[in-house]
């Protein structure tokens, strides 16, 4: 019996030019370029990565900008930390923190989304 399903298995599995192409791999998107290179936006990576990238782009730039929206401001909130009383060792400081509110969705799916932007810089 496993031998007949063995060979249905390689028989039915077929290898074309679309599947030697990964589906995580970024698309070439003009808005991403738009966006100033001291711009961290948080996402779901692991809190270090943005901490880690952010402090590279301290040692090429005076200063950078956290932003994170809804579940992950707490995400912005802790790279910012890491990156000043951590890693930074007293070299770094927050500059300035703003609070807002974006409209998400159109017509009768609209909502209303927080968002943080943390500007931490040199000292």
């Given at each position: 019996?496993l031998e007949n399903d063995n060979n249905v298995?390689?028989?039915?599995?077929?290898?074309?030019?679309?599947?030697?192409?990964?589906?995580?791999?970024?698309?070439?998107?003009?808005?991403?370029?738009?966006?100033?290179?001291?711009?961290?936006?948080?996402?779901?990576?692991?809190?270090?990565?943005?901490?880690?990238?952010?402090?590279?782009?301290?040692?090429?730039?005076?200063?950078?900008?956290?932003?994170?929206?809804?579940?992950?401001?707490?995400?912005?909130?802790?790279?910012?930390?890491?990156?000043?009383?951590?890693?930074?060792?007293?070299?770094?400081?927050?500059?300035?923190?703003?609070?807002?509110?974006?409209?998400?969705?159109?017509?009768?799916?609209?909502?209303?989304?927080?968002?943080i932007e943390i500007v931490v810089g040199q000292?």
């Amino acid at each position: 019996m496993l031998e007949n399903d063995n060979n249905v298995n390689s028989e039915n599995t077929e290898v074309g030019p679309q599947s030697s192409i990964p589906d995580d791999v970024p698309s070439k998107d003009t808005s991403s370029q738009s966006a100033p290179s001291n711009n961290i936006f948080i996402g779901k990576k692991p809190v270090m990565s943005y901490a880690m990238s952010g402090l590279i782009q301290l040692g090429q730039s005076d200063e950078i900008i956290i932003k994170g929206r809804g579940m992950v401001i707490s995400r912005a909130v802790d790279v910012a930390l890491i990156i000043t009383e951590r890693l930074g060792k007293g070299k770094f400081s927050t500059k300035s923190i703003a609070i807002d509110t974006v409209v998400l969705g159109e017509d009768t799916e609209k909502r209303n989304v927080s968002t943080i932007e943390i500007v931490v810089g040199q000292k």
